[in-house]
Protein backbone atom coordinates (compact mmCIF):
# COMPACT_ATOMS: atom_id res chain seq x y z
CA UNK A 1 0.00 0.00 0.00
CA UNK A 2 1.17 3.14 -1.01
CA UNK A 3 1.61 6.28 1.93
CA UNK A 4 -0.78 9.05 1.23
CA UNK A 5 2.19 11.30 2.31
CA UNK A 6 4.74 10.30 -0.38
CA UNK A 7 4.06 12.36 -3.67
CA UNK A 8 3.07 10.07 -6.60
CA UNK A 9 5.23 9.35 -9.24
CA UNK A 10 4.64 10.97 -12.27
CA UNK A 11 2.40 10.06 -15.06
CA UNK A 12 2.54 9.90 -18.51
CA UNK A 13 0.95 12.73 -18.80
CA UNK A 14 3.63 14.81 -16.67
CA UNK A 15 6.26 13.22 -18.28
CA UNK A 16 4.74 14.58 -21.84
CA UNK A 17 4.50 17.90 -20.69
CA UNK A 18 8.15 18.28 -20.34
CA UNK A 19 9.51 17.61 -23.03
CA UNK A 20 13.26 15.94 -23.79
CA UNK A 21 16.19 17.78 -22.44
CA UNK A 22 19.90 17.76 -23.41
CA UNK A 23 21.62 15.40 -22.15
CA UNK A 24 25.05 16.18 -19.96
CA UNK A 25 27.64 17.46 -21.84
CA UNK A 26 31.12 15.71 -21.73
CA UNK A 27 33.90 18.42 -20.80
CA UNK A 28 37.63 18.08 -20.37
CA UNK A 29 36.91 20.15 -16.86
CA UNK A 30 34.16 18.71 -14.50
CA UNK A 31 35.04 21.58 -12.17
CA UNK A 32 34.11 24.38 -14.06
CA UNK A 33 31.17 22.58 -15.51
CA UNK A 34 30.41 22.21 -11.93
CA UNK A 35 30.62 25.88 -11.41
CA UNK A 36 28.33 26.20 -14.09
CA UNK A 37 25.50 24.14 -12.85
CA UNK A 38 26.06 25.70 -9.87
CA UNK A 39 25.59 29.21 -10.88
CA UNK A 40 22.27 28.05 -12.27
CA UNK A 41 21.13 26.24 -8.81
CA UNK A 42 21.77 30.03 -7.44
CA UNK A 43 19.57 31.19 -9.58
CA UNK A 44 16.85 28.70 -9.60
CA UNK A 45 16.99 27.14 -5.75
CA UNK A 46 14.75 29.49 -3.20
CA UNK A 47 17.23 28.51 -0.38
CA UNK A 48 20.73 26.96 0.32
CA UNK A 49 21.95 26.78 -3.11
CA UNK A 50 24.78 25.77 -1.94
CA UNK A 51 23.64 23.16 0.47
CA UNK A 52 25.34 19.61 0.41
CA UNK A 53 25.21 16.17 2.30
CA UNK A 54 28.53 15.37 3.56
CA UNK A 55 29.28 11.69 4.22
CA UNK A 56 31.30 10.24 6.47
CA UNK A 57 32.60 7.31 8.80
CA UNK A 58 33.21 6.72 12.50
CA UNK A 59 36.29 4.49 13.79
CA UNK A 60 33.45 1.80 13.82
CA UNK A 61 32.90 1.89 10.60
CA UNK A 62 29.21 3.40 10.93
CA UNK A 63 28.38 5.71 8.14
CA UNK A 64 27.06 9.39 9.42
CA UNK A 65 25.34 12.08 6.83
CA UNK A 66 24.65 15.44 7.49
CA UNK A 67 24.26 18.63 5.45
CA UNK A 68 26.97 21.65 5.18
CA UNK A 69 27.48 24.49 3.53
CA UNK A 70 29.59 24.70 -0.22
CA UNK A 71 31.85 27.89 0.66
CA UNK A 72 34.68 27.65 -2.03
CA UNK A 73 35.15 25.44 -5.07
CA UNK A 74 38.62 25.37 -7.18
CA UNK A 75 40.87 23.25 -9.15
CA UNK A 76 41.78 21.92 -5.28
CA UNK A 77 38.65 21.14 -4.56
CA UNK A 78 35.65 21.73 -2.39
CA UNK A 79 35.95 23.37 0.49
CA UNK A 80 33.28 23.37 4.21
CA UNK A 81 34.35 24.80 7.15
CA UNK A 82 33.35 23.55 10.66
CA UNK A 83 34.13 22.92 14.49
CA UNK A 84 36.96 20.61 14.35
CA UNK A 85 36.21 18.83 17.67
CA UNK A 86 33.04 18.59 16.50
CA UNK A 87 31.73 14.93 15.19
CA UNK A 88 32.29 15.35 11.57
CA UNK A 89 35.66 16.78 12.49
CA UNK A 90 37.20 14.35 14.13
CA UNK A 91 36.00 11.59 11.74
CA UNK A 92 37.33 13.74 9.19
CA UNK A 93 40.58 13.78 10.92
CA UNK A 94 40.33 10.28 11.94
CA UNK A 95 39.68 8.79 8.43
CA UNK A 96 40.21 11.91 5.77
CA UNK A 97 37.86 10.83 3.46
CA UNK A 98 34.35 11.54 2.29
CA UNK A 99 31.74 11.61 -0.07
CA UNK A 100 29.37 15.39 -0.86
CA UNK A 101 26.07 15.28 -3.05
CA UNK A 102 24.19 18.45 -4.20
CA UNK A 103 20.45 17.88 -4.96
CA UNK A 104 18.87 21.08 -6.76
CA UNK A 105 14.81 19.95 -6.32
CA UNK A 106 14.00 22.87 -9.03
CA UNK A 107 16.52 21.83 -11.75
CA UNK A 108 16.41 18.38 -10.48
CA UNK A 109 19.85 17.82 -11.03
CA UNK A 110 22.22 16.22 -8.48
CA UNK A 111 26.09 15.58 -8.34
CA UNK A 112 27.94 13.72 -6.18
CA UNK A 113 31.46 12.92 -5.48
CA UNK A 114 33.92 11.29 -3.31
CA UNK A 115 37.58 12.06 -2.30
CA UNK A 116 40.20 12.63 -0.36
CA UNK A 117 40.33 15.51 2.90
CA UNK A 118 42.64 17.74 3.78
CA UNK A 119 42.36 20.59 5.84
CA UNK A 120 42.48 24.51 4.14
CA UNK A 121 45.10 26.58 5.23
CA UNK A 122 44.82 28.96 8.59
CA UNK A 123 44.56 31.93 6.31
CA UNK A 124 41.78 30.60 4.05
CA UNK A 125 40.15 29.75 7.59
CA UNK A 126 40.58 32.80 9.08
CA UNK A 127 39.20 34.43 5.84
CA UNK A 128 36.03 32.77 6.10
CA UNK A 129 35.56 33.12 9.36
CA UNK A 130 36.39 36.95 9.13
CA UNK A 131 33.25 36.95 6.81
CA UNK A 132 30.84 35.47 8.74
CA UNK A 133 27.94 38.24 10.71
CA UNK A 134 29.12 38.68 14.22
CA UNK A 135 26.74 37.21 16.12
CA UNK A 136 27.74 33.80 13.84
CA UNK A 137 31.60 34.14 15.11
CA UNK A 138 30.12 34.27 18.75
CA UNK A 139 27.79 31.22 18.02
CA UNK A 140 31.04 29.51 16.56
CA UNK A 141 33.55 30.12 19.46
CA UNK A 142 30.04 29.33 22.26
CA UNK A 143 29.50 26.08 21.05
CA UNK A 144 30.53 22.55 21.62
CA UNK A 145 29.51 21.29 18.79
CA UNK A 146 27.72 17.79 18.51
CA UNK A 147 28.64 17.04 22.03
CA UNK A 148 25.67 17.11 24.73
CA UNK A 149 24.07 20.43 26.18
CA UNK A 150 22.76 19.28 29.25
CA UNK A 151 19.78 22.68 29.11
CA UNK A 152 19.57 25.18 26.11
CA UNK A 153 20.09 28.35 28.76
CA UNK A 154 23.64 26.69 29.14
CA UNK A 155 24.23 27.84 25.57
CA UNK A 156 22.66 31.07 25.90
CA UNK A 157 24.56 32.04 28.87
CA UNK A 158 28.04 31.00 27.06
CA UNK A 159 26.88 33.48 23.91
CA UNK A 160 26.25 36.11 26.74
CA UNK A 161 29.31 35.96 28.20
CA UNK A 162 31.52 35.90 24.90
CA UNK A 163 29.49 38.55 23.27
CA UNK A 164 30.04 41.09 26.67
CA UNK A 165 34.17 40.14 25.72
CA UNK A 166 33.57 40.96 21.70
CA UNK A 167 30.40 42.54 21.79
CA UNK A 168 30.04 42.82 17.96
CA UNK A 169 32.99 44.52 16.09
CA UNK A 170 34.82 42.89 13.51
CA UNK A 171 37.73 42.15 15.44
CA UNK A 172 36.42 38.15 16.92
CA UNK A 173 38.65 35.94 16.34
CA UNK A 174 39.02 32.34 15.13
CA UNK A 175 38.91 29.57 17.44
CA UNK A 176 41.65 27.33 17.16
CA UNK A 177 39.05 24.58 17.15
CA UNK A 178 37.16 26.00 14.27
CA UNK A 179 38.17 25.22 10.57
CA UNK A 180 37.50 23.90 7.09
CA UNK A 181 38.22 21.08 5.07
CA UNK A 182 38.35 20.62 1.07
CA UNK A 183 37.27 17.22 -0.60
CA UNK A 184 40.02 16.84 -3.60
CA UNK A 185 37.55 14.47 -5.94
CA UNK A 186 38.37 11.41 -7.30
CA UNK A 187 35.08 10.70 -9.07
CA UNK A 188 32.20 13.23 -9.75
CA UNK A 189 29.09 12.06 -11.43
CA UNK A 190 26.24 14.54 -12.97
CA UNK A 191 22.80 13.45 -12.89
CA UNK A 192 19.88 14.92 -14.68
CA UNK A 193 16.06 13.71 -14.75
CA UNK A 194 14.95 12.84 -17.69
CA UNK A 195 11.56 11.47 -18.71
CA UNK A 196 10.44 7.89 -17.54
CA UNK A 197 12.89 7.25 -15.30
CA UNK A 198 15.21 7.63 -18.22
CA UNK A 199 17.42 9.94 -16.11
CA UNK A 200 21.22 10.96 -17.65
CA UNK A 201 23.96 10.00 -15.68
CA UNK A 202 27.31 10.81 -16.50
CA UNK A 203 30.90 9.99 -14.34
CA UNK A 204 33.86 11.41 -14.17
CA UNK A 205 37.25 9.21 -12.30
CA UNK A 206 40.44 11.13 -12.00
CA UNK A 207 43.15 9.81 -14.44
CA UNK A 208 46.85 12.02 -13.25
CA UNK A 209 45.95 15.33 -14.18
CA UNK A 210 43.33 14.23 -16.29
CA UNK A 211 39.86 12.64 -16.57
CA UNK A 212 37.86 9.92 -18.08
CA UNK A 213 34.26 9.69 -18.46
CA UNK A 214 31.86 7.12 -18.23
CA UNK A 215 27.66 6.94 -19.06
CA UNK A 216 25.89 5.37 -16.52
CA UNK A 217 22.74 3.28 -16.68
CA UNK A 218 20.07 4.72 -14.59
Known sequence: MVSKVIPPSPSAADYASDGDRPLIAVTDDPIAYFKEWMAEARAKELNDSNAMSL??????GMPDVRIVLLKDISDAGFSFFTNLQSQKGRQLTDN???ALCLHWKSLRRQVR???TITRVSEA????????RAAQSRISAIASDQSRPLPDRSVFEQRIAEVSEVYGDGPDIPRPEF???FRLAPTEIEF???????????????????NWTTTRLYP
Request: glycine share 10%; charged share 35%; aromatic share 14%.
Open 55 to 60: ATVDSD
Open 96 to 98: PRA
Open 113 to 115: MRG
Open 124 to 131: EADTYFAS
Open 178 to 180: WGG
Open 191 to 209: WQDQAFRMHDRLRYTRDGD
